[in-house]
């Protein structure tokens, strides 16, 4: 399966929305297949965005999981890429030079962004 970034932002903004800490078993979100909110839940909890309980097997393979929050690192994300103007400027800077959307690469066009839209027209 491929990552999708923009499942990645709504996910982020699906648990910052909640207001309990209870997990979640059935995520629905509109345009996107159960089988890949699950798969890209299991990638965002092993890269540190979403808290959950790990379902494993025996020999420890992961194969599920019962999400109940955003960590740190995932509030952090989500504020780089809240502002649909960011957002919209990120994603047409990374196509018109072929990027691959990373968390990294979106990461550091963020803050980039952010940083010259505080800076404007302070040193003028």
Same mark, same amino acid.
């Given at each position: 399966?491929?990552?999708?970034?923009?499942?990645?932002?709504?996910?982020?903004?699906?648990?910052?929305?909640?207001?309990?800490?209870?997990?979640?078993?059935?995520?629905?979100?509109?345009?996107?297949?159960?089988?890949?909110?699950?798969?890209?839940?299991?990638?965002?909890?092993?890269?540190?965005?979403?808290?959950?309980?790990?379902?494993?097997?025996?020999?420890?393979?992961?194969?599920?999981?019962?999400?109940?929050?955003?960590?740190?690192?995932?509030?952090?994300? $989500?504020?780089?890429?809240?502002? /649909? %103007?960011?957002?919209?400027?990120?994603?047409?800077?990374?196509?018109? *030079? +072929? =990027?691959? $959307?990373?968390?990294?690469?979106? /990461? %550091?066009?963020?803050?980039?962004?952010?940083?010259?839209?505080?800076? *404007? +027209? =302070?040193?003028?």
């Amino acid at each position: 399966m491929r990552r999708d970034i923009e499942l990645v932002k709504s996910i982020l903004e699906y648990f910052e929305a909640k207001t309990d800490f209870h997990h979640e078993e059935h995520i629905v979100i509109d345009g996107y297949s159960s089988n890949l909110i699950k798969y890209h839940l299991q990638i965002m909890y092993e890269a540190g965005f979403i808290n959950a309980e790990p379902i494993q097997s025996q020999k420890g393979r992961l194969y599920s999981l019962l999400p109940f929050r955003l960590t740190w690192q995932g509030h952090e994300f $989500l504020d780089t890429i809240r502002s /649909k %103007k960011t957002w919209s400027r990120i994603k047409s800077i990374v196509q018109s *030079k +072929g =990027l691959d $959307l990373s968390f990294e690469v979106i /990461k %550091k066009l963020a803050d980039k962004l952010t940083e010259d839209d505080l800076t *404007k +027209g =302070l040193f003028s």
